[in-house]
Every structure is written in C-alpha cells, then in structure tokens.
C-alpha cells in the first residue's frame, strides 16, 4: 500500500462494523429457511448498522412479487428507485410502493414497460 496515504491505508484494514437481525414472525413460519439480514456496513456507527439491517429485514423479510406494468412515457430514469404507481391492476388501485428493477422503453407508443418488486400483503 504504498501509495496509499497511511491513515486510509488504517482505515481498509480495521475492523468493520457488522449487524445481523431477523424476524420472529417469519422463524415461525419458515423455521430454519427464514431469513436473516446481515450487514457488513461502512456506516461509522455500530446502532446506524443496526437500523440498516433491520430496514433490510422489512423490505426482504417478507414474500415479494416481481411484477411488470406499463407507465406513459420514457422513463428509464427510474430503475433502481422507489416509486409509488397506480393501476387499475388489483392491489395498484390505490397506489402501491414499489422497487423498480428494470425498464423496457417503448419508443413506438412513447410508453415503458416497469419491472417492479413489490410487497406481498
């Protein structure tokens, strides 16, 4: 590491911090399959780590659906992003929190195929 200044160099190799929690409502339903978030975190607090992971826990913690719906517009811009979509698909109604994890633009009907994750009720 000679070209990295030394107190950076400290800090790559110190200890990180890390945080695990789980959901008991899911360890009795799944059993030994339930999951457990860990996180290995840059966050400089060991609590900041803590809440992360158990923001995880409730975002993953839980049955997800992958579904794909179509908005107006070109809009790539929002993979990767929370958004909150209405449809008349059940569940949508009423606007609906997703993840969007892909985008497929259709530039002939100026319209976008959505790729979302969604949480299952």
Known sequence: MANVPSDFAAWLQSECL???T????LQ???GALAATAEVISPLALHEDAQDEAERQMSLFGVP?????LQVPGQRVDLVARPV???ASRAGY???LNVF?????E???IDRTNLTVVRRLP
């Open 106 to 108: 259709l530039d002939q």
């Open 84 to 86: 909150t979509l209405t």
């Open 100 to 104: 969007v994890i892909g985008a497929r």
């Open 28 to 30: 009795v339903i799944w």
């Open 22 to 25: 789980s959901s008991a409502d």
């Open 18 to 20: 890390f945080a695990a």
């Open 64 to 68: 997800l659906a992958v579904e794909v």
């Open 93 to 95: 109604a009423g606007g």
